[in-house]
């Protein structure tokens, strides 16, 4: 009977080993950042924690912030014997179309995650599923939301913090030219300022999404012009570095110069609990496991086609101080293997009408 029942245990192992492995499928990861930057970092954990709980084989390669070598890892992949299921590309300095280019010509299916294809890449590249037919689709975060969360909330915090009749000088941090999110964020933000003629803005530079070189400029910038008392910036790094300048200039982040950022670093989350940010917007971290919930459902037969080839959905939220404690607390060490990524997957919930890629509903 023990021999029995072991045989038993034996084959239903077996079965379920076969099982999972008949729907196990393998995606490659090129990361535009650097594999200890503190964005990429939690963006890979995320995408770690969906990719366990969807049996998806991920592998993740960092270009180290060199657009040229995405496109040699890219091409790498391309000529492996054993090549991916699916490649997960990022239009980063505008390497989307030839990343796009080099898996159509290895025939390996690809999806576009974080950023899109600007228009005029489109009107070069056509459509996913057109000229392209292995590129399936793109998710990227509506950046215009980010970007609009934070100046306003910036403004917000002015007018409750500085006395009545002060007047208001803002110096804006973006990304770099190239990149849609960077200009996206600060088209946004430019947007909100137009709406606010009271509000002067003194200067808009580019940063290169670096802490160092936000420090730099920010030093030379606030000795320029201390008047300076709002600081926008595109990303949390440049935001901490423009934070050094300004306590370098004698002044503190949080009381005479109010400063706002956009990620959701540790770091972040402290500064914004702390009150040294006082606007902050997160959640397009969570834009590659997203996009590994639409790979699996496109592998299960679920195509998401039926909500569009180009998603960008509302992903962003602006953090409050409390929301950011609570952050730390449940995401700890980029934790993220308490989110249910099952319950976001149209194949493992088949009465599931529309994906809901919100970050509030992953924080609460």
Request: proline share 5%.
């Amino acid at each position: 009977m023990s021999m029995i029942r072991k045989l038993h245990s034996l084959s239903l192992a077996v079965a379920i080993m076969l099982h999972s492995t008949a729907w196990a499928f393998s995606v490659t990861f090129i990361s535009p950042g650097r594999h200890d930057e503190a964005y990429w970092l939690s963006a890979t954990r995320a995408m770690q924690a969906a990719a366990q709980q969807l049996d998806i084989q991920l592998e993740v390669l960092y270009a180290e912030r060199d657009p040229l070598q995405m496109v040699k890892l890219t091409r790498t992949v391309t000529l492996r014997r054993h090549k991916p299921d699916y490649l997960l590309l990022v239009n980063e300095k505008l390497t989307g179309p030839a990343l796009l280019s080099l898996a159509e010509q290895a025939g390996i299916p690809c999806f576009l995650s974080f950023n899109q294809l600007t228009p005029t890449q489109l009107r070069n590249s056509g459509l996913p599923r057109q000229r392209l037919k292995h590129w399936l689709g793109s998710l990227a975060p509506d950046n215009a939301t980010a970007g609009t969360l934070t100046m306003q909330g910036l403004l917000s915090e002015a007018s409750r913090h500085f006395p009545p009749g002060t007047p208001l000088h803002v110096l804006m941090m973006a990304g770099d030219h190239a990149t849609p999110a960077s200009s996206e964020r600060v088209a946004a933000a430019q947007r909100v300022l137009a709406a606010h003629p009271e509000v002067r803005l003194t200067q808009l530079v580019y940063g290169e999404w670096e802490r160092q070189r936000a420090l730099q400029q920010g030093l030379w910038l606030l000795q320029r012009h201390p008047q300076i008392n709002l600081v926008w910036a595109a990303n949390d790094e440049m935001a901490f570095g423009l934070e050094e300048a300004i306590h370098r200039s004698g002044k503190q982040a949080g009381r005479e110069v109010l400063l706002s950022a956009i990620n959701n670093s540790q770091q972040a989350m402290v500064e914004r609990q702390q009150g040294r940010l006082s606007a902050l917007a997160a959640g397009h971290f969570m834009t590659g496991a997203w996009s590994l919930v639409l790979l699996y459902d496109y592998q299960h037969g679920h195509d998401f086609a039926s909500e569009g080839l180009q998603l960008q959905p509302a992903m962003f939220s602006s953090i409050s101080a409390p929301q950011a404690l609570h952050f730390q607390h449940r995401f700890a060490d980029n934790d993220f293997s308490s989110i249910r990524f099952r319950q976001f997957s149209k194949f493992a919930n088949p009465a599931l009408q529309h994906y809901a890629f919100r970050f509030d509903m992953v924080l609460d």
